[in-house]
């Protein structure tokens, strides 16, 4: 028997007993989780980036604002790790500033999102019609945000005209802002 022929029968018998005793052979590591938005996995963005980012973001607020005739305080763009945004009693505004990197869309329903809690400052079924109302498909690019959003904590470029396509079976779910 050549070697190779060894070298396969062994493969194949420790592929046996890993099957059999799961215990002892742990699966590896599914390659998805190098997208896991661990604090360790996420790249830095540097200073020029979050300034980047922040324009961004700040140009698709005062957009926003401008036509739902909202007046809001001030915008604060951070690199949070597990909020998108959120919206104060004092009518501060404060976004994550890797929406900088999501489509425009995903982005543009963040910022709807928080200037529609200038009115109402729940997620009551008020609060969803208000967003609906300027917004109607949200559901969908809230879902892209959930779907998608640990490709952000690694982007390549800044606001890229598409963003990879996330691994087949992966999803991620940030807890809801
Ligand atoms: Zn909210």
Redesign the pocket.
Known sequence: MSMNGVCRDVREFLRGLARELPEIFPAPRPVYRRYAPARRRRAALSAAERGQAKEIIRARVEHWAGLMNLQYNRICVKDQRTLWGSCSGKKNLNFNCRLAAAPPEALDYVVI??LC?LREMN?SKRFWALVRGTCPDYAARRKWLRNNAALLWNPVTLNAAAAPQAPAGYSYTLPQ?
């Open positions: 999102h928080e809690h997620h802002n």
